[in-house]
Each structure stands twice: as C-alpha cells, then as structure tokens.
C-alpha cells in the first residue's frame, strides 16, 4: 500500500519494554487510500538493532522502516514524505540535531511539515493544571510512591496479593 501512494506522512513514538527495559520506536505510515485517511503501524523497531536511543539512532530507524520494510525506493522516500508527527521529546523534536530537524535536512525536505503531536500537548498542560493543585500534587506523590514500593519489592507484592485472596 505505501509503494503506491502519492505522498504519505509519518508518525513516531518511542516506548520502553517493561520486561526488557529496552527502548522500542514504533514507527507510523498516514496515506489516503480512496480519499479515506489510512493509518498503518509499519514497525516496533528495537532501538538496541539500531544502535541506541540518540537522534541519529531514531531518525536511521525511521529510515529503515520506510525503505527496508515498506520497500519503498529512496528517491519516492525522500520525495514523498510531506509531513512527520512526534512527542516533544527533544531526542526527536530538538531544533538543531533532533530526529526531526535531520529528516528535514535529508534530501533538502524544506516542505517537511514537522508537528508536535496535539495528544502529548493536550497530556502536558492538563498534567500541569493539575500539578498546580496541591491536594493533587500529594495524592500523585502518594501514588507514586505505593507504584515503586509495590514494583520494587516482591515480598509487599506477595502480601498484598494475599490480602486481596483474603478480601475475596
């Protein structure tokens, strides 16, 4: 399907693997397909296989994907992308060696459209609205505090499992 589109748009969002702890970059196509806007998950891409987590890393898996696994020949590649959406992490966003700004330089792109993705925005400010409510800012703190305490020690989770057996 992206061999044959006429232009395309791509989408990134690095996570880590709670088993592995190692990063993974899920990589994005966008294309129009009979004018209905298509989106497709192209790859979760181990950043380890790349050679880390840096800008250079991501951007080379961004690459990859597109012209390794969608078989898409560089020249449609570089021509085609019109637009690339992150978070705002500046691995991806930085202005002068961020994923982004290096894909733009790639093949003189200056119609990349870049775009900071409107849900991590939106997931920002509502995080510092609330952070500014100090009775929040202490039932986050507490939260935080009982996730790690639980997700450090086997032996709290043990009990608390046996507590919950109990209450059943």
């Given at each position: 399907m992206m061999?044959?589109?006429n232009?395309?748009s791509?989408l990134?969002d690095g996570?880590?693997?709670?088993?592995?702890?190692?990063?993974?970059?899920l990589?994005?196509g966008?294309?129009?397909v009979?004018?209905?806007?298509?989106?497709?998950?192209?790859?979760?891409q181990?950043?380890?296989?790349?050679?880390?987590?840096?800008?250079?890393?991501?951007?080379?898996?961004?690459?990859?994907?597109?012209?390794?696994?969608?078989?898409?020949?560089?020249?449609?590649?570089a021509?085609?992308?019109?637009?690339?959406c992150?978070?705002?992490?500046?691995?991806?966003m930085?202005?002068?060696?961020?994923?982004?700004?290096?894909?733009?330089?790639d093949?003189?792109?200056?119609?990349?459209?870049?775009?900071?993705?409107?849900?991590h925005?939106?997931?920002?400010?509502?995080?510092?609205?609330f952070?500014?409510d100090?009775?929040f800012r202490?039932?986050?703190?507490i939260?935080?505090?009982?996730?790690?305490?639980?997700?450090?020690?086997?032996k709290?989770?043990?009990?608390?499992?046996?507590?919950?057996?109990?209450?059943?």
């Amino acid at each position: 399907m992206m061999q044959r589109a006429n232009f395309f748009s791509g989408l990134m969002d690095g996570s880590q693997a709670r088993k592995t702890g190692s990063e993974k970059e899920l990589v994005y196509g966008k294309i129009a397909v009979n004018g209905c806007p298509t989106e497709l998950l192209l790859k979760c891409q181990d950043m380890c296989e790349i050679g880390g987590e840096d800008a250079q890393s991501v951007k080379s898996a961004y690459d990859k994907t597109f012209v390794d696994v969608c078989k898409m020949p560089e020249d449609r590649y570089a021509k085609l992308m019109v637009s690339i959406c992150t978070d705002g992490a500046s691995v991806n966003m930085g202005v002068y060696k961020g994923a982004c700004t290096q894909l733009k330089a790639d093949h003189d792109r200056n119609w990349l459209f870049i775009i900071h993705c409107s849900n991590h925005r939106l997931e920002l400010a509502i995080k510092d609205a609330f952070m500014a409510d100090a009775a929040f800012r202490d039932i986050d703190d507490i939260m935080m505090q009982m996730y790690y305490h639980f997700r450090n020690s086997e032996k709290a989770k043990r009990i608390l499992f046996k507590l919950l057996l109990l209450l059943e």
